[in-house]
Protein backbone atom coordinates (compact mmCIF):
# COMPACT_ATOMS: atom_id res chain seq x y z
CA UNK A 1 0.00 0.00 0.00
CA UNK A 2 3.04 2.56 0.98
CA UNK A 3 4.39 1.73 -2.80
CA UNK A 4 0.68 2.04 -4.45
CA UNK A 5 0.30 5.89 -3.14
CA UNK A 6 4.11 7.08 -2.78
CA UNK A 7 3.88 10.38 -4.24
CA UNK A 8 7.73 10.96 -4.77
CA UNK A 9 9.61 7.81 -6.82
CA UNK A 10 13.25 7.76 -7.78
CA UNK A 11 14.81 6.49 -10.74
CA UNK A 12 18.79 5.76 -11.85
CA UNK A 13 17.58 8.11 -15.11
CA UNK A 14 17.32 11.18 -12.74
CA UNK A 15 20.80 10.96 -11.35
CA UNK A 16 24.10 12.29 -12.89
CA UNK A 17 27.24 11.19 -11.95
CA UNK A 18 29.94 13.52 -11.51
CA UNK A 19 33.53 12.19 -12.46
CA UNK A 20 37.10 13.59 -12.42
CA UNK A 21 39.14 13.26 -15.64
CA UNK A 22 42.98 13.18 -14.65
CA UNK A 23 46.67 13.27 -17.09
CA UNK A 24 47.98 9.55 -17.29
CA UNK A 25 47.15 5.93 -17.81
CA UNK A 26 45.83 3.71 -15.61
CA UNK A 27 44.85 6.40 -12.74
CA UNK A 28 42.25 5.46 -10.41
CA UNK A 29 43.11 7.49 -7.30
CA UNK A 30 40.64 7.65 -4.79
CA UNK A 31 39.41 11.05 -3.24
CA UNK A 32 40.28 10.61 0.53
CA UNK A 33 37.19 12.78 1.77
CA UNK A 34 34.79 10.95 -0.96
CA UNK A 35 35.28 7.64 -0.19
CA UNK A 36 34.39 5.57 -3.84
CA UNK A 37 34.82 8.58 -5.74
CA UNK A 38 38.01 8.46 -8.07
CA UNK A 39 40.82 10.90 -9.94
CA UNK A 40 40.51 8.80 -12.99
CA UNK A 41 43.20 8.68 -16.71
CA UNK A 42 40.83 9.16 -20.03
CA UNK A 43 40.85 5.25 -20.28
CA UNK A 44 39.29 4.80 -16.36
CA UNK A 45 36.71 7.97 -17.00
CA UNK A 46 35.38 5.44 -20.65
CA UNK A 47 34.79 2.20 -18.15
CA UNK A 48 33.15 4.83 -15.35
CA UNK A 49 30.92 5.97 -17.86
CA UNK A 50 30.08 2.38 -19.40
CA UNK A 51 29.00 1.50 -16.38
CA UNK A 52 26.73 4.48 -15.28
CA UNK A 53 25.56 3.57 -18.44
CA UNK A 54 24.71 -0.37 -17.64
CA UNK A 55 23.41 1.16 -14.16
CA UNK A 56 20.91 3.37 -16.33
CA UNK A 57 21.87 6.63 -14.79
CA UNK A 58 20.70 9.77 -16.60
CA UNK A 59 24.27 10.81 -17.57
CA UNK A 60 27.79 12.23 -16.34
CA UNK A 61 29.20 15.20 -15.77
CA UNK A 62 33.22 15.75 -16.39
CA UNK A 63 35.47 17.78 -14.43
CA UNK A 64 39.09 18.18 -15.59
CA UNK A 65 42.51 17.82 -13.63
CA UNK A 66 44.80 19.84 -16.21
CA UNK A 67 48.54 18.34 -16.41
CA UNK A 68 49.41 22.09 -15.30
CA UNK A 69 47.75 25.53 -14.27
CA UNK A 70 48.07 29.09 -15.38
CA UNK A 71 46.90 32.12 -15.12
CA UNK A 72 45.11 32.25 -18.58
CA UNK A 73 42.98 29.10 -17.70
CA UNK A 74 44.39 27.86 -21.00
CA UNK A 75 44.08 24.05 -20.14
CA UNK A 76 40.17 25.03 -19.77
CA UNK A 77 40.09 25.90 -23.85
CA UNK A 78 42.51 24.12 -25.41
CA UNK A 79 41.18 21.84 -27.71
CA UNK A 80 43.44 18.69 -26.49
CA UNK A 81 42.25 19.53 -23.24
CA UNK A 82 41.87 16.42 -20.97
CA UNK A 83 37.97 17.28 -20.61
CA UNK A 84 38.40 17.47 -24.35
CA UNK A 85 40.05 14.27 -24.71
CA UNK A 86 37.81 12.58 -22.37
CA UNK A 87 35.04 13.70 -24.54
CA UNK A 88 36.11 12.22 -27.41
CA UNK A 89 36.97 8.94 -26.32
CA UNK A 90 33.92 8.92 -24.27
CA UNK A 91 31.96 8.99 -27.80
CA UNK A 92 34.23 6.71 -29.92
CA UNK A 93 33.45 4.38 -27.61
CA UNK A 94 30.00 4.22 -25.72
CA UNK A 95 26.90 5.42 -27.57
CA UNK A 96 23.52 6.73 -25.69
CA UNK A 97 25.23 8.09 -23.04
CA UNK A 98 24.47 11.49 -21.76
CA UNK A 99 27.95 13.41 -21.04
CA UNK A 100 27.71 17.35 -19.65
CA UNK A 101 30.53 19.24 -18.95
CA UNK A 102 31.37 21.29 -16.03
CA UNK A 103 32.30 25.11 -17.98
CA UNK A 104 34.62 26.55 -15.58
CA UNK A 105 38.17 27.77 -14.79
CA UNK A 106 39.33 27.32 -11.09
CA UNK A 107 41.01 23.95 -11.66
CA UNK A 108 42.60 25.10 -14.35
CA UNK A 109 43.95 28.46 -13.13
CA UNK A 110 47.36 29.05 -10.90
CA UNK A 111 45.61 30.75 -7.95
CA UNK A 112 42.37 29.10 -7.77
CA UNK A 113 40.10 31.44 -9.10
CA UNK A 114 37.07 31.09 -11.79
CA UNK A 115 37.97 33.80 -13.69
CA UNK A 116 40.88 36.76 -14.82
CA UNK A 117 42.50 38.43 -11.90
CA UNK A 118 42.67 41.96 -12.65
CA UNK A 119 43.79 44.36 -9.46
CA UNK A 120 43.41 41.50 -6.64
CA UNK A 121 39.89 40.60 -7.67
CA UNK A 122 38.00 38.27 -11.14
CA UNK A 123 37.35 40.54 -13.89
CA UNK A 124 33.62 39.73 -14.93
CA UNK A 125 34.02 40.80 -18.45
CA UNK A 126 37.43 39.39 -18.79
CA UNK A 127 36.67 35.93 -17.65
CA UNK A 128 33.29 35.85 -20.63
CA UNK A 129 35.73 35.06 -23.28
CA UNK A 130 37.07 31.98 -21.71
CA UNK A 131 34.29 30.82 -20.38
CA UNK A 132 32.83 31.17 -24.21
CA UNK A 133 35.86 29.47 -25.93
CA UNK A 134 35.74 26.57 -23.17
CA UNK A 135 32.29 25.74 -24.12
CA UNK A 136 32.90 25.94 -27.53
CA UNK A 137 35.86 23.46 -27.32
CA UNK A 138 33.62 21.25 -25.43
CA UNK A 139 30.74 21.36 -27.80
CA UNK A 140 33.59 20.56 -31.13
CA UNK A 141 34.58 17.59 -28.50
CA UNK A 142 31.27 15.80 -28.64
CA UNK A 143 29.46 17.73 -24.88
CA UNK A 144 26.14 16.99 -24.99
CA UNK A 145 24.99 19.68 -22.75
CA UNK A 146 27.60 22.63 -21.67
CA UNK A 147 27.44 23.96 -17.73
CA UNK A 148 28.44 27.09 -16.87
CA UNK A 149 28.99 27.12 -12.82
CA UNK A 150 31.64 29.94 -12.67
CA UNK A 151 28.63 32.45 -11.58
CA UNK A 152 30.02 35.14 -13.57
CA UNK A 153 27.53 37.61 -14.60
CA UNK A 154 26.27 37.26 -18.74
CA UNK A 155 27.98 34.05 -18.76
CA UNK A 156 25.34 32.27 -20.19
CA UNK A 157 24.43 34.84 -22.96
CA UNK A 158 28.28 35.00 -23.72
CA UNK A 159 28.39 30.93 -24.01
CA UNK A 160 24.80 31.14 -26.06
CA UNK A 161 26.43 33.53 -28.71
CA UNK A 162 29.73 31.74 -29.36
CA UNK A 163 27.53 28.27 -29.66
CA UNK A 164 25.37 29.83 -32.14
CA UNK A 165 28.33 31.68 -33.75
CA UNK A 166 30.46 28.39 -33.95
CA UNK A 167 27.62 26.67 -35.17
CA UNK A 168 26.21 25.01 -32.17
CA UNK A 169 22.61 26.19 -32.21
CA UNK A 170 21.54 23.08 -30.53
CA UNK A 171 24.11 22.89 -28.02
CA UNK A 172 22.22 23.00 -24.62
CA UNK A 173 23.03 25.63 -21.42
CA UNK A 174 22.21 23.90 -18.13
CA UNK A 175 23.05 26.80 -16.05
CA UNK A 176 24.29 26.92 -12.39
CA UNK A 177 22.18 29.33 -11.85
CA UNK A 178 21.65 29.50 -8.21
CA UNK A 179 25.35 28.30 -6.95
CA UNK A 180 25.89 29.83 -3.57
CA UNK A 181 29.40 30.33 -2.01
CA UNK A 182 29.18 27.29 0.90
CA UNK A 183 30.94 25.47 2.95
CA UNK A 184 29.86 21.88 1.67
CA UNK A 185 32.57 22.86 -1.33
CA UNK A 186 35.01 21.00 0.90
CA UNK A 187 36.19 17.73 -0.17
CA UNK A 188 35.09 18.65 -3.97
CA UNK A 189 38.36 20.65 -4.20
CA UNK A 190 40.49 18.32 -2.99
CA UNK A 191 38.75 16.19 -5.56
CA UNK A 192 39.11 19.09 -8.35
CA UNK A 193 42.54 20.32 -6.57
CA UNK A 194 41.03 23.62 -7.16
CA UNK A 195 41.22 25.58 -3.54
CA UNK A 196 41.49 29.15 -4.20
CA UNK A 197 45.24 30.85 -3.20
CA UNK A 198 43.96 33.73 -1.94
CA UNK A 199 40.71 35.33 -0.70
CA UNK A 200 37.25 33.26 -1.46
CA UNK A 201 34.86 33.26 -3.88
CA UNK A 202 32.25 35.30 -2.37
CA UNK A 203 32.90 38.11 -4.68
CA UNK A 204 30.83 35.92 -7.33
CA UNK A 205 29.14 33.16 -6.06
CA UNK A 206 25.44 33.85 -3.42
CA UNK A 207 25.02 34.82 -0.36
CA UNK A 208 23.49 31.55 1.09
CA UNK A 209 20.87 33.81 3.33
CA UNK A 210 19.59 35.52 -0.18
CA UNK A 211 16.83 33.47 -1.71
CA UNK A 212 15.20 36.37 -3.65
CA UNK A 213 18.45 37.16 -5.17
CA UNK A 214 18.63 33.78 -6.15
CA UNK A 215 15.00 33.64 -7.74
CA UNK A 216 16.53 36.91 -9.99
CA UNK A 217 19.84 35.32 -10.96
CA UNK A 218 17.49 31.85 -12.38
CA UNK A 219 15.51 35.02 -14.06
CA UNK A 220 18.66 36.44 -15.98
CA UNK A 221 20.18 33.03 -16.71
CA UNK A 222 16.81 32.30 -18.45
CA UNK A 223 16.33 35.52 -20.19
CA UNK A 224 20.19 34.86 -21.99
CA UNK A 225 19.27 31.53 -23.24
CA UNK A 226 19.61 29.16 -20.59
CA UNK A 227 17.84 25.35 -21.27
CA UNK A 228 18.05 24.56 -18.10
CA UNK A 229 18.60 25.54 -14.51
CA UNK A 230 20.45 23.93 -11.35
CA UNK A 231 20.80 25.41 -7.88
CA UNK A 232 23.68 23.95 -5.84
CA UNK A 233 23.77 22.54 -3.04
CA UNK A 234 21.14 20.98 -2.92
CA UNK A 235 19.60 19.93 0.42
CA UNK A 236 20.59 22.99 2.17
CA UNK A 237 18.47 24.94 -0.18
CA UNK A 238 15.87 22.84 -0.68
CA UNK A 239 13.34 25.80 0.23
CA UNK A 240 14.94 27.24 -3.10
CA UNK A 241 14.32 24.43 -5.46
CA UNK A 242 10.62 23.89 -4.55
CA UNK A 243 10.62 27.88 -5.29
CA UNK A 244 12.74 27.58 -8.70
CA UNK A 245 10.13 24.88 -9.21
CA UNK A 246 6.94 26.48 -8.46
CA UNK A 247 8.08 29.88 -10.25
CA UNK A 248 10.10 28.33 -13.86
CA UNK A 249 8.76 26.09 -16.25
CA UNK A 250 12.01 24.82 -17.12
CA UNK A 251 14.25 21.40 -16.88
CA UNK A 252 15.71 22.13 -13.14
CA UNK A 253 18.58 20.20 -11.54
CA UNK A 254 19.87 20.28 -7.86
CA UNK A 255 23.96 19.07 -7.11
CA UNK A 256 24.03 17.02 -4.21
CA UNK A 257 27.48 18.23 -3.48
CA UNK A 258 30.70 16.71 -2.08
CA UNK A 259 30.33 18.38 1.61
CA UNK A 260 26.12 16.25 1.66
CA UNK A 261 27.95 13.46 0.35
CA UNK A 262 30.54 13.33 2.38
CA UNK A 263 28.89 13.99 6.18
CA UNK A 264 26.27 11.03 5.60
CA UNK A 265 29.41 8.84 4.34
CA UNK A 266 31.10 9.55 7.33
CA UNK A 267 28.70 9.39 9.61
CA UNK A 268 27.52 6.27 8.65
CA UNK A 269 31.37 4.14 8.55
CA UNK A 270 30.88 5.65 12.74
CA UNK A 271 27.43 3.62 13.02
CA UNK A 272 25.68 6.94 13.80
CA UNK A 273 22.87 6.50 10.86
CA UNK A 274 22.33 3.84 8.22
CA UNK A 275 24.20 4.55 5.14
CA UNK A 276 21.65 3.14 2.59
CA UNK A 277 18.18 4.77 3.78
CA UNK A 278 20.13 8.34 4.77
CA UNK A 279 21.10 7.91 0.82
CA UNK A 280 17.80 7.48 -0.40
CA UNK A 281 16.04 9.96 1.94
CA UNK A 282 18.50 12.26 0.94
CA UNK A 283 17.96 11.96 -3.15
CA UNK A 284 13.70 11.77 -2.04
CA UNK A 285 14.20 14.94 -0.34
CA UNK A 286 15.18 16.87 -3.51
CA UNK A 287 13.37 15.29 -5.89
CA UNK A 288 10.64 15.57 -3.41
CA UNK A 289 11.27 19.55 -3.56
CA UNK A 290 11.13 19.61 -6.85
CA UNK A 291 13.95 19.07 -8.84
CA UNK A 292 13.59 16.81 -12.19
CA UNK A 293 17.01 15.57 -11.65
CA UNK A 294 19.56 15.02 -9.23
CA UNK A 295 24.17 15.65 -9.37
CA UNK A 296 24.85 13.15 -7.25
CA UNK A 297 27.67 10.73 -5.86
CA UNK A 298 25.77 8.70 -4.97
CA UNK A 299 24.48 8.10 -8.73
CA UNK A 300 25.68 4.68 -8.77
CA UNK A 301 24.95 3.03 -5.24
CA UNK A 302 21.51 4.17 -5.35
CA UNK A 303 21.03 3.18 -8.96
CA UNK A 304 21.66 -0.51 -7.43
CA UNK A 305 19.34 -0.10 -4.99
CA UNK A 306 16.52 1.07 -7.58
Request: hydrophobic residues 45%.
Amino acid sequence: MRRLVRETRLDPAQFILPLFVCPGKGVRHEISSMPGNFQMSVEEVVRECAEAKSLGIGGVILFGLPEMKDELASGAYAEDGIVQRALRAIKQEISGLLVMTDVCNCEYTSHGHCGKIVDGDVDNDETLKWLAATAVSHARAGADIVAPSDMMDGRVGAIRNALDANGFPNTPILAYAAKFASVFYGPFREAAESTPQFGDRRSYQMDPANGREAMREIELDLEEGADMIMVKPAMPYLDLIYQARQRFDVPLGAYQVSGEFSMIMAAARNGWIDCERAMMESLTSIRRAGADFVLTYFAKPAARLL
